[in-house]
């Protein structure tokens, strides 16, 4: 195995933490911004079953991970105004984190918890209760709350709805006005800090050593699930928990499907292989696609629409100015290949926002602000079945999608370092794989 001075500053990096200051200053950021008689309320996310009595792999709710740190089931983060606070004489804590307490039964079988007094000791809560006692605080602060910001509105959350939900049954909400926590997290995720950034490059560069090294596997024969397994054994490799999202890696007609992920074909001779995978690193997740010749060398057809594309992506990079829009972008991207005649078959979006979810929080016609994380992602699909199409053109599907920062200096290619024009995957695919044989 052959490590490379990347992959030794990558395997190095990832010893370090995130620091516990930066959580509690975002929790004090919203905390002087809740006014009058007022409360946060943010729940984490279940545990989903599989089937039977096997769960799904647990992640935190993205906002309470963002004001919290904290990374196991069962949690509720609770943040209560001054004035509130006054009003209902509980005590001198403005923010609770209620969570699981220990029980060394269950430890055998699900690992060690951090407890109440892991959750003050490593993640620096003042107060920390166990998740039982806060059904009886909400009902106490119920009474004299007039504005409860909670997660449970989003129509994305998964969080514990029946705790709140059940308590709030029980009384008159008249007097009450109910918001989305995310009045507050969203803006202050939209903007990412020197630190975000460093975490995202990280989720970038890792996945981006694992389509190096899919490049170098993939050849006729294998199945789409064997270039799958090769790209998430890098991340795993370089220290990520999970895949930021299901990995598509869609050969021949696949590549034609936007969100495969059965990802169980055997590739043939002169397919495109499209894969758009990212790495998690430390909950910020990458998103980068690139389609390249499972055979090696691009055919005519095939070179044709991949530059069409790459020349898309460049395009729009070079738009990009503070306080346009993703909507502002996707017209520049639907323009330029619609000249070419191929607009229809750019059949979605030209990018999102990324950071702790794959599609991060913002809208279509958010602003792109200095701190901004987005993609660009143009891309041409055409059916097998579409007689529509010129003969050549059928059956090919490429999308090619980078990470970029907006600066104050303008827009940056976070994912620079991963090869995307023709020569350099062709040169890339002629070499032996590395890591894996």
Known sequence: MKITILSLILLISSLLPQSVEVFSQRRETILQQLHGHSAMILFTASIHMRNGDVGFDFRPDSDYWYLTGHDEPGGILMMISKDLLSATNLDS??????????????EVWTGRR?????????????????????????????????TLYTNITSPNRSGIPVIITDILDNYDLTNIVQKSVGDFTHSMRHVKTDEEVMFLQKAIDITGEALKEAMMLTKPGLKENNIEAAIEFIYRDFGCERPGFPSIIGSGPNSTILHYIKNNRMMEEGDLLLMDVGAEYNMYTADISRTIPVNGRYSEPQAELYSYVLEAQQTVFDSVRVGMTIKDLNRIGKEYLSERGFGKYFIHGIGHWLGLDVHD?????????????????PGIYISEDDTTADERYRGIGIRIEDVVLMTEDGPVWLSKRIPKKIKEIERIMRRKAKRIR
């Open 93 to 106: 804590n403005n923010e609770i984190l209620f969570v699981l307490p220990r029980n060394p039964k269950i």
């Open 114 to 146: 951090l407890g109440i007094e892991g959750v003050k000791r490593e993640l620096g809560f003042n107060s920390s209760e166990p998740v039982d006692s806060f059904e009886v605080r909400l009902k106490n602060l119920l009474p004299s709350i007039d």
């Open 361 to 377: 929080v913002g809208g279509r016609q958010t602003a792109i602000k200095t701190g901004s994380v987005f993609t660009i992602e």
